[in-house]
């Protein structure tokens, strides 16, 4: 990931810009789920809990 820094562009802003480009790409997101090894089985299962979950909630706003 690269940030070039403006004329007259200070280096927080130039921080923020790139701190902004990384959350965006999800490349920490990407480094955190990598850090250490996950069994296929433990991912398909914390997709379907995640998917019920998203669905009682769909379900419940609907409902107001």
Avoid at 4 to 23: D, M, N, P
Avoid at 52 to 58: A, E, P
Wanted: charged share 50%; aromatic share 8%; net charge positive.
């Amino acid at each position: 990931m690269k940030v070039t820094i403006r004329k007259g562009q200070s280096v927080e802003k130039a921080l923020k810009i790139f701190k902004k480009r990384v959350k965006e790409s999800g490349m920490m997101l990407e480094l955190k789920d990598r850090s250490f090894y996950r069994k296929p089985s433990d991912i398909k299962r914390e997709k379907k809990k995640k998917a019920i979950l998203r669905n009682y909630y769909k379900t419940l706003k609907e409902k107001d």
